[in-house]
């Protein structure tokens, strides 16, 4: 079993990444694919609109395949809405939080109560950058509060942080946290350190494809260290159970 | 189908535990992976004081295998050029990397002019990488990027220099496209090839299956991160094979009748 939990579709490219996607899911035989659609980094009212709407566009084309997270913009008095329109009404599967505010802002903490309600995982892009780090970018420490203060939400930290040797230790002890692999950065070790770290059913398959390479992404779990099972908890095992809308274990302990 | 991996390293990369090798275990995960040989770089190399002890330890790490010695020079330092010759003489190099980012020139430098006429005079490649790591990550140190501009007007100064760039991203390969077409002897490996999807199959297409050679940056990267791309392009057998192999050996051909040239 193959699922990306973190792939994309951009603004004003609609068609060209969803060709982009098929033919991944095609060619590699990925099962399901985890999609948001991203625009500017701040964006209004219309615009989150627009690009849920195409998320769920492509969910009703290809609903074997694509699944969606509602993107949301907490600092917009609608979020709430949104994600309830998106959830309710669009069937999507998740929550997409990016760089318009820090995932720990307190306008976070009504949609994160929302997705507790729902059962559904929060998708948090986190991203250390030691140059040209974003305004309201989340790290590692950002999502820690988070899940320290909602222990049952599920929440997927993306990229590994960017920084696994950096990041990955403020959440460690969260077992609500999952971090995915998804990213553009690719170094040798990363996937083994953060299975060391959380341990092998808290780490996702992802690709942040059509921008990031899928078989960069793909290679760095085959050429791991990872035992047949970890590897397959990895590329799909936990994204399954995730994904299933039940509530994750209480906090504490360390990595399973 | 030969292959062989045109950028990779034994030694320790400061940074991560993960980042180091041996020649046995570079020998081992290129056996699974068929892949016979390749370029065989020091990381050591980038940050002793004397590089050239870097190189010796590789010389000895290498010995009994079929892997070439790619020398680590840094022209700046004093004599440092000087070393191409002993490197010839004494290991066999097959071409010579450089790291301005890291030692702190610029490709624009009376030095590196210098060391590329001692290039062309004992008839070797040059290994350019651009990165070797994402510059956005490590808080130790910050080696200063090589501009896509810089590298153009380098290249564009020493035609006649066989240069491979290493770690080249998808859009800067583009930006080379200029270069990269006039001119039969300039390269470029995969393991930047990070960006995008079917970058293979999109290079092949615009710039021919004669420029781009297989490389992993191993231990920095995965292998299999590189590999499987050209594994799964859609290109004919032949393309692969001077991807995996052909052009690589193009590159590392010596002059007729080239011998080493010391002193």
Same mark, same amino acid.
């Given at each position: 079993?193959? &699922?990306?939990?973190?792939?994309?579709?951009?603004?004003?490219?609609?068609?060209?990444?969803?060709?982009?996607?098929?033919?991944?899911?095609?060619?590699?035989?990925?099962?399901?694919?985890? &999609?948001?659609?991203?625009?500017?980094?701040?964006?209004?009212?219309?615009? &989150?609109?627009?690009?849920?709407?195409?998320?769920?566009?492509?969910?009703?084309?290809?609903?074997?395949?694509?699944?969606?997270?509602?993107?949301?913009?907490?600092?917009?008095?609608?979020?709430?809405?949104?994600?309830?329109?998106?959830?309710?009404?669009?069937?999507?599967? =998740?929550?997409?939080?990016?760089?318009?505010?820090?995932?720990?802002?307190?306008?976070?903490?009504?949609?994160?109560?929302?997705?507790?309600?729902?059962?559904?995982?929060?998708?948090?892009? /986190?991203?250390?950058?030691? @140059?040209?780090?974003?305004?309201?970018?989340?790290?590692?420490?950002?999502? /820690?509060?988070?899940?320290?203060?909602?222990?049952?939400?599920?929440?997927?930290?993306?990229?590994?942080?960017?920084?696994?040797?950096?990041?990955?230790?403020?959440? *460690?002890?969260?077992?609500?946290?999952?971090?995915?692999?998804?990213?553009?950065?690719?170094?040798?070790?990363?996937?083994?350190?953060?299975?060391?770290?959380?341990?092998?059913?808290?780490?996702?398959?992802?690709?942040?494809?059509?921008?990031?390479?899928?078989?960069?992404?793909?290679?760095?779990?085959?050429?791991?260290?990872?035992?047949?099972?970890?590897?397959?908890?990895?590329?799909?095992?936990?994204?399954?159970?995730?994904?299933?809308? +039940?509530?994750?274990?209480?906090?504490?302990?360390?990595?399973? | 189908?030969?292959?062989?991996? !045109?950028?990779?390293?034994v030694?320790?990369?400061?940074?991560?535990?993960?980042?180091? +090798?041996?020649a046995?275990?570079l020998r081992?995960?290129?056996?699974?992976?068929?892949?016979?040989c390749?370029?065989v770089?020091s990381?050591?190399?980038?940050?002793?004081?004397? $590089?050239?002890?870097?190189?010796?330890e590789l010389h000895e790490d290498l010995k009994g295998t079929e892997y070439r010695q790619?020398?680590?020079?840094?022209?700046?330092?004093?004599?440092?050029?000087?070393?191409?010759?002993?490197?010839?003489?004494?290991f066999g190099?097959?071409?010579?990397?450089?790291?301005?980012?890291?030692? *702190?020139?610029?490709?624009?430098?009376?030095?590196?002019?210098?060391?590329?006429?001692?290039?062309?005079?004992?008839?070797?490649?040059?290994?350019? $990488?651009?990165?070797?790591?994402?510059?956005?990550?490590?808080?130790?140190?910050?080696?200063?990027?090589?501009?896509?501009?810089?590298?153009?007007?380098?290249?564009?100064?020493?035609?006649?220099?066989?240069?491979?760039?290493?770690?080249?991203?998808?859009?800067? &390969?583009?930006?080379?496209?200029?270069?990269?077409?006039?001119? $039969?002897?300039?390269?470029?490996?995969?393991?930047?090839?990070?960006?995008?999807?079917?970058?293979?199959?999109?290079? @092949?297409?615009?710039? =021919?299956?004669?420029?781009?050679?297989?490389?992993?940056?191993?231990?920095?990267?995965?292998?299999?991160?590189?590999?499987?791309?050209?594994?799964?392009?859609?290109? $004919?057998?032949?393309?692969?094979?001077?991807?995996?192999?052909?052009?690589?050996?193009? !590159?590392?051909?010596?002059?007729?009748?080239?011998?080493?040239?010391? =002193?």
């Amino acid at each position: 079993m193959l &699922i990306d939990v973190h792939a994309h579709l951009w603004k004003g490219r609609y068609e060209d990444d969803k060709k982009t996607i098929l033919r991944l899911a095609e060619k590699y035989h990925v099962d399901r694919f985890y &999609i948001s659609s991203l625009g500017s980094l701040y964006p209004d009212r219309e615009e &989150i609109e627009e690009l849920n709407g195409e998320t769920r566009a492509f969910m009703k084309e290809e609903p074997g395949l694509v699944s969606g997270y509602c993107y949301v913009n907490p600092a917009l008095e609608s979020s709430l809405d949104t994600l309830r329109r998106g959830i309710e009404d669009g069937g999507m599967s =998740g929550m997409k939080l990016w760089v318009a505010t820090f995932c720990d802002d307190p306008r976070v903490y009504p949609l994160a109560e929302q997705c507790i309600r729902y059962g559904v995982p929060i998708l948090v892009h /986190a991203f250390y950058k030691a @140059v040209h780090q974003l305004e309201f970018e989340s790290l590692g420490e950002n999502v /820690a509060r988070l899940a320290a203060r909602y222990p049952e939400a599920k929440i997927i930290m993306a990229h590994l942080g960017a920084d696994c040797y950096t990041q990955l230790k403020p959440v *460690r002890n969260l077992k609500n946290v999952s971090a995915d692999i998804s990213g553009s950065l690719y170094r040798r070790g990363e996937v083994d350190y953060a299975v060391k770290t959380l341990g092998a059913r808290r780490v996702l398959f992802g690709s942040d494809a059509p921008e990031a390479n899928f078989l960069v992404n793909r290679g760095q779990v085959e050429e791991s260290g990872l035992t047949a099972e970890e590897k397959a908890l990895v590329f799909g095992g936990n994204a399954a159970r995730l994904f299933g809308r +039940s509530r994750p274990a209480a906090q504490g302990g360390g990595k399973e | 189908m030969e292959r062989m991996d !045109a950028n990779c390293l034994v030694g320790s990369w400061p940074f991560r535990k993960a980042g180091r +090798s041996t020649a046995a275990e570079l020998r081992k995960i290129h056996g699974e992976n068929g892949i016979r040989c390749g370029c065989v770089a020091s990381l050591n190399s980038i940050f002793y004081s004397d $590089p050239f002890e870097g190189e010796e330890e590789l010389h000895e790490d290498l010995k009994g295998t079929e892997y070439r010695q790619v020398m680590t020079v840094n022209p700046a330092l004093p004599g440092g050029t000087g070393d191409i010759a002993e490197g010839v003489r004494r290991f066999g190099i097959a071409g010579v990397r450089i790291y301005p980012g890291y030692h *702190r020139y610029a490709l624009g430098d009376p030095c590196v002019a210098a060391l590329c006429a001692e290039l062309k005079k004992q008839g070797l490649p040059l290994f350019l $990488p651009l990165r070797m790591e994402d510059e956005r990550l490590n808080y130790l140190a910050a080696p200063r990027p090589l501009p896509v501009r810089e590298v153009e007007s380098f290249l564009s100064e020493h035609r006649d220099l066989t240069a491979v760039v290493l770690g080249a991203r998808p859009h800067e &390969i583009e930006s080379l496209g200029g270069e990269l077409r006039s001119r $039969p002897n300039l390269y470029f490996d995969l393991s930047g090839l990070k960006d995008g999807q079917f970058n293979v199959e999109r290079l @092949v297409g615009e710039f =021919g299956d004669g420029k781009l050679v297989y490389g992993s940056l191993y231990p920095l990267y995965c292998l299999k991160s590189s590999l499987l791309q050209v594994e799964t392009a859609e290109i $004919p057998d032949r393309s692969k094979e001077r991807i995996f192999s052909g052009n690589l050996l193009s !590159a590392l051909a010596r002059p007729e009748g080239r011998t080493a040239v010391s =002193g």
